[in-house]
């Protein structure tokens, strides 16, 4: 048989059938919902008679408009909980699996999905919300749709797709203490571009990756999409069995057995060929921050805001004007030298426990800077909230002058209370610096959970590796 | 759900000069509390459009415009079809950008690229996006910047453009999606039809993975 790379081989197990044009309908395994992206689903069903294809494949919760205290008193804003009431009563309805807002399992979707075992190696996983690269961590195929997709998914079970390019991202050699999963995926993004990625299925390889666990190598695919590609996936391994085993809805005893036995074989067989490959010194990455309204616009710690004068091309050129002057920025301003507002740990991309571990081992003993407004960490589930507090790491990020919140999506893109106020700068380890995203005239700058914390004692940006110097 | 069948004449073309534009700018999030697909028209671009700061449910009519954003221009006005740059529609999978950009009037984009989530989106609404080269996308943008705005017709059967000079410009479409714009398919209704070879796959994994079938709802 032909080598075959991970792709292919979630692919070609998922396939019911292909017409000649290449166009497939593709099975999918497992399908999250949110509040945001499927009551005009629902809705659809209702209008057209139909009912869910397989209820019990489907898990929903809300994580978008969630209030982060105070949540018993349930959700002031009037439209927010309307949305929230109506995945509850389309649920109901439909006979779907729900994690509600007062659950303990409740969270962000693509934190609870891997934490409860919902996401497993060798699915295909889907979800109306696009960082559901997410859960390729464990070897799964798991990309993002639209809302019309989501009514197609619960009233058939399957997808019509055509399959994606392959491309591998090969990361040679191993990051340095002090850089993260984080680091690594803004280098990998500032290298290809936010477009670099479209039309393709990137699979990470390599040592550096190799050595990420299962959270670190979540953050990697979450960010999958912020290179244009619509999934990104790791190969199985025994650290992905380690961190699956035991999980609530994973499988146990016999059937753990056969499954594993078959995971094993999810990697890209040797020779496998790749419609692309690009490669990176992981040795060579630095802390990463970025400086204007685009993922790709992103430099090391140690570097200065860049000159749109030095760039070429005429519409990039355009665009990084455009960006430092909503960043407010001037060209040639050293990173280090950016004083900060706001600082935000949280988001699918990193509030997972590891994050937070990261974050507290940066505060532990110290302040927040005076000249910080404020400093948010929203756990990414109820479960890390919880492990989070019986590591006492609730008590390191209160003494240093954070809050400490109830779990959701909160200030990734503010859709509750918790947003920036025109002008505000803001460390922020969520995934999307887009002009407005945290609230309107807010200013984002992404970086890791031990960056942001680093931010916060300083009240500036620092190179996480020398502080304390 | 079923789409109306894709249909435009001769239209106006606005041209929106900005690279990376991404679905958050398209529709800002505080709009995404709405639990319907339509209304979201007068929210396009907002934060582009408006000087001052949107909120759900003000009456837009009496907002303050930016002069200066291409879609308060009046030459632009009851433009169908949006001139871009690369990499449109980026960011979030939310299907409220097309619908707002449905909702505004737009059925066609022509860009340098898209980006995949949004561009699938756009096929399920009933908006055509087309993809033409670097090069003929800044000739368009030449045209449609002058003094008085460039038109053309969309011809989605024979996959060409005609320019109001009578230039034709060639476009490639997905045989498969064309035919669902062109008759307005509903593509759950077309899945339903092979019912019976999904069950069969269902069987057969069955056996293979049954760990994939646990019922999450017991
Ligand atoms: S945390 Fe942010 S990026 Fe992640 S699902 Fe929520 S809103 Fe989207």
Redesign the pocket.
């Known amino acids: 048989m032909a080598p075959k790379t991970l792709y292919e081989k979630l692919w070609d197990t998922h396939v019911v059938r292909t017409d000649p044009d290449g166009t497939a309908l593709l099975y999918i395994d497992r399908h999250l919902l949110?509040e945001v992206t499927s009551p005009q689903a629902f809705e659809g069903l209702r209008l057209a008679g139909r009912r869910p294809w397989r209820p019990g494949a489907n898990l929903a919760t809300a994580?978008?408009n969630v209030p982060t205290r105070e949540r018993a008193a349930g959700i002031p804003d009037p439209v927010s909980r309307l949305q929230v009431e109506t995945l509850e009563r389309n649920c109901r309805e439909f006979a779907i699996p729900e994690f509600g807002m007062h659950d303990r399992r409740q969270g962000?979707?693509?934190v609870i999905g891997p934490e409860q075992g919902l996401t497993l190696p060798g699915m295909t996983l889907v979800c109306g919300?696009?960082?559901t690269s997410t859960h390729g961590a464990l070897g799964a195929l798991a990309f993002g749709i639209g809302t019309s997709e989501v009514e197609h998914v619960l009233a058939t079970q399957c997808l019509i797709q055509k399959r994606a390019r392959t491309l591998r991202v090969q990361v040679d050699g191993t990051l340095a203490p002090g850089v993260t999963a984080k680091d690594l995926i803004l280098a990998i993004i500032g290298e290809m571009g936010t477009a670099g990625g479209t039309g393709h299925a990137i699979e990470f390889a390599g040592e550096a990756v190799r050595r990420l666990s299962v959270e670190g190598r979540m953050t990697l695919c979450?960010m999958a999409i912020e290179a244009g590609a619509r999934a990104g996936f790791v190969a199985v391994d025994e650290t992905t069995l380690d961190y699956v085993r035991g999980r609530a809805y994973a499988p146990k005893g016999e059937l753990w057995e056969r499954a594993a036995a078959s995971w094993r074989r999810l990697h890209s067989d040797p020779g496998a060929r790749f419609d692309r490959e690009v490669r990176l010194r992981g040795d060579a990455v630095e802390p990463q921050v970025t400086w204007g309204t685009s993922p790709e616009m992103v430099v090391s710690v140690r570097a200065a805001v860049p000159d749109p004068e030095a760039e070429a091309d005429p519409v990039k050129a355009a665009g990084m004007r455009r960006a430092l002057e909503y960043m407010d920025l001037t060209p040639g301003t050293p990173i280090q030298q950016i004083a900060i507002d706001k600082v935000f740990i949280?988001?699918?991309?990193n509030?997972r426990i590891e994050d937070l571990r990261e974050a507290a081992a940066v505060l532990r003993g110290g302040r927040v800077a005076a000249s910080v407004k404020q400093a948010l960490v929203v756990p990414g589930s109820g479960p890390v909230k919880a492990q989070a507090e019986a590591e006492g790491l609730d008590r390191v990020f209160e003494q240093a002058g954070f809050e400490w919140r109830e779990p959701?999506?909160?200030m990734?893109?503010a859709?509750n209370a918790d947003r920036l106020e025109p002008g505000e700068r803001c460390a922020s380890t969520?995934?999307?610096n887009f002009e407005g995203r945290q609230g309107a005239g807010g200013r984002t700058h992404l970086v890791s959970p031990a960056m942001a914390a680093a931010a916060a004692l300083a009240g500036r940006f620092v190179d996480v590796r020398t502080l304390g110097d | 759900m079923s789409v109306e069948p894709f249909d435009i004449s001769t239209a106006i073309v606005c041209p929106l000069d900005r690279a990376n534009v991404d679905t958050d700018a398209i529709i800002p999030k505080q709009f995404l509390k709405r639990i319907e697909r339509t209304g979201f028209g007068p929210n396009l671009f907002d934060e582009w459009r408006y000087l001052d700061r949107g909120e759900p449910g003000q009456d837009c009519a009496t907002r303050p415009r930016n002069p200066d954003f291409v879609l308060n221009d009046p030459r632009y006005q009851g433009a169908s079809i949006l001139l871009t740059r690369e990499n449109f529609g980026c960011g979030?999978s939310r299907e409220h950008a097309p619908w707002a950009l449905l909702d505004y009037g737009f059925k066609v984009i022509v860009a340098p690229s898209f980006a995949d989530i949004f561009f699938n989106n756009c096929f399920k609404n009933g908006i055509l996006p087309i993809v033409l080269d670097e090069t003929v996308i800044d000739e368009l943008f030449s045209k449609a910047t002058r003094e008085r705005p460039l038109e053309m017709r969309v011809d989605l059967e024979c996959q060409r453009l005609v320019l109001d000079d009578g230039t034709e410009i060639p476009f490639e479409v997905d045989p498969f999606r064309k035919q669902c714009l062109l008759e307005g398919l509903d593509d759950i209704g077309l899945t339903l039809r092979h019912e019976a070879e999904i069950r069969a796959y269902e069987r057969r994994r069955r056996e293979e993975a049954p760990w994939l079938f646990q019922d999450l709802a017991e």
């Open positions: 949110h994580d978008h962000i979707v693509h919300d696009s960082h979450n949280g988001s699918c991309t509030s959701g999506c909160s990734c893109l859709m969520s995934n999307r | 979030s």
